[in-house]
């Protein structure tokens, strides 16, 4: 015997196939979660590169940053030899973790010049006595026009510079032991 349901009562039964509505959220879900997944396995580039890789440094002169050593001028850069330029900071946690990579690269017969940036002289100097002072010249950077000019997006940065005065390199972030073959393969590059 089957039993006989009312019309009436048949609108109010549950439909037996879920709305599309239903699955929504779900989707969306499954959306942001895809999303997040290939962020973490592919991040994006954040560094800024500088535009003026390949491009002479700009004309300018920076007073000497501390008394023992002579200030630095883009003719410095002109002498036929390719050198680093490090634009790093006393009050920059990360310049000091770079300090053993520089003194290396000192070491090895790598001529390096640095930029203070926005710094004091005492400041530096004492930055210098604490982590060492593997540079040939410092010029004082009082408002960040010449890191600015070559286009370096904080500190510390490092730019290999060939011996017309042309940037071939930028190493953007501190230097790593693992950096250094890279840096010196760049500067060997920059001798050519």
């Known amino acids: 015997m089957t039993a006989v349901v009312p019309e009436d009562?048949?609108?109010d039964a549950p439909a037996s196939r879920p709305?599309?509505?239903?699955?929504?959220?779900l989707a969306l879900f499954a959306g942001f979660f895809v999303l997040v997944i290939f962020g973490l396995v592919r991040p994006a580039?954040?560094?800024v590169a500088s535009a003026f890789v390949g491009k002479p440094l700009p004309q300018f002169a920076l007073r000497p940053a501390v008394p023992d050593r002579p200030g630095l001028a883009r003719a410095d850069f002109t002498d036929g030899k390719p050198r680093?330029?490090?634009i790093f900071a006393s009050w920059c946690i990360p310049c000091a973790a770079e300090s053993p990579q520089l003194a290396a690269l000192a070491r090895q017969g790598?001529?390096?010049?640095?930029?203070?940036?926005?710094?004091?002289q005492?400041?530096?100097?004492r930055f210098l006595a604490n982590y060492g002072n593997p540079f040939a010249r410092i010029g004082a950077d009082d408002?960040?026009?010449i890191q600015l000019a070559?286009?370096?997006?904080?500190?510390?940065?490092?730019f290999v510079i060939d011996g017309k005065g042309i940037i071939r390199h930028q190493h953007i972030g501190d230097i790593r032991a693992e950096d250094i073959p890279t840096i010196m393969a760049k500067l060997q590059e920059a001798a050519q």
């Not at 709305?19 to 959220?25: E, I, T, V």
């Open 19 to 25: 709305s599309l509505w239903l699955w929504l959220p």
């Open 143 to 145: 408002v960040s026009a």
């Open 9 to 11: 009562l048949q609108a």
């Open 122 to 125: 005492p400041d530096v100097a």
């Open 45 to 47: 580039d954040r560094e």
């Open 110 to 120: 790598v001529e390096i010049d640095g930029v203070a940036i926005r710094d004091r």
């Open 150 to 158: 070559i286009g370096s997006s904080g500190v510390p940065e490092t």
């Open 84 to 86: 680093l330029l490090n």
